[in-house]
Nanobody, 126 residues
């Protein structure tokens, strides 16, 4: 089992930046691929960005390419999502998700992930 805790959310003006963190605890000796998803009010949960076990492979939703960057620090058991040039449409609850494995791949659908954080709110004002 692994527990995920998100931090770094909050209120920011359009054009601003935030960095989300996803800290893992528990069975962190295992290898995990990690992704960020988000869910806006009245909408389905959607993939934002994902990173492979090694960190060498990353994938992004088209709407965030060039603005968001996902990275991981294995020593700290933490995955980050740097969000720049934020837009009001980025407003959502952001979730960190993880799946244990050995394949060097990135999953983009919620059903591919076994562990989830509690979510953190990001609000971008216009």
């Amino acid at each position: 089992q692994v527990q995920l805790v998100e931090s770094g959310g909050g209120l920011v003006q359009a054009g601003g930046s935030l960095r989300l963190s996803c800290a893992a605890s528990g069975r962190t000796s295992s290898t995990y691929r990690v992704a960020w998803f988000r869910q806006a009010p009245g909408k389905e949960r959607e993939f934002v960005a994902g990173i492979s076990i090694s960190g060498r492979t990353t994938t992004y939703q088209d709407s965030v390419k060039g603005r968001f960057t996902i990275s991981r620090d294995h020593a700290k058991n933490t995955v980050y999502l740097q969000m720049n040039s934020l837009k009001p449409e980025d407003t959502a609850v952001y979730y960190c998700a993880a799946r244990r494995g050995i394949l060097e791949v990135v999953g983009t659908t919620p059903t591919e992930y076994d562990y989830w954080g509690q979510g953190i709110l990001v609000t971008v004002s216009s």
